[in-house]
Structures are given as C-alpha cells and as structure tokens.
C-alpha cells in the first residue's frame, strides 16, 4: 500500500476546506426564505426515504417545490445543494453511504448517496 505524505494529506484537507467553504458561502447567499425551504426539503427525505438519495432527488423535490437550483438568477445556485447536505450532515440528520452516478447528464460523474440518520441499513 503507498503511504500518503504529509504534504498531500494536507493539500486534501485544504481542498475540502475550501469546497466546504464554498457550499457554506452559496447556501448563505440564498434568501432567507429559500434557504429554510431547501434545508426542510432536505430534512423531509432523511426522515421519510428508507432508501439512500442523492442531490439529484433533493433537486427533483426542490423543483416540485418552485425552487429551480439550476438557474444562476438563484443566488447560490447549485453550489448551494452542497452546502444544504454540508449543513445536514453537521446537524447529523444525514450520514453518507456510498456513492452512485449521478442521473443528471449534465453533472457527468458520481454523487454522493446520503441516508437519515435514524434509517437503519
């Protein structure tokens, strides 16, 4: 197994700082409304999905609820998702599992798979 330096752990740990940074900043940025909206939709499917989820369904669900993540008129935009499953994550309402690729062709890579923390695997 290769052994990581210190050097490169550290590099990660900046790199996840900066991208929880972020996440954190784009979250803030959406009006005061939107943000508790998009945070108890988060809330909704951790207590009510039995099966793990990804921001693609948290998105479905914003979108049925007039909140359209995509659009860069909405302050934040999709870096704001991050900092919704950064904020449920500190809370510990979510845990992550795993990961899947995402259904969005746009997205073109993984996403992570979250699941309420009082769901039992």
């Known amino acids: 197994m290769r ?10 740990v900046s790199a996840a700082a900066v991208r929880d940074e972020r996440a954190a900043d784009a979250l803030a940025a ?15 499917l951790a207590r009510t999905r039995r099966t793990p989820w990804t921001a693609d369904d948290l998105r479905e669900v914003a979108l049925e609820a007039g909140l359209d993540m995509d659009q860069p008129t909405l302050s934040g935009g ?15 309402t979510i845990r992550p599992v795993g990961y899947t ?16 923390r009082e769901v039992q695997p």
């Open 30 to 44: 959406l009006s005061v409304p939107d943000r508790a909206q998009l945070l108890e939709l988060g809330r909704q």
């Open 3 to 12: 052994q990581r330096s210190a050097d490169t752990a550290s590099v990660e």
């Open 101 to 116: 690729v995402s259904r969005r062709p746009a997205r073109r890579g993984v996403c992570r798979l979250w699941i309420g």
């Open 78 to 92: 999709p870096w704001a998702m991050g900092g919704v499953f950064l904020t449920l994550k500190c809370e510990g």
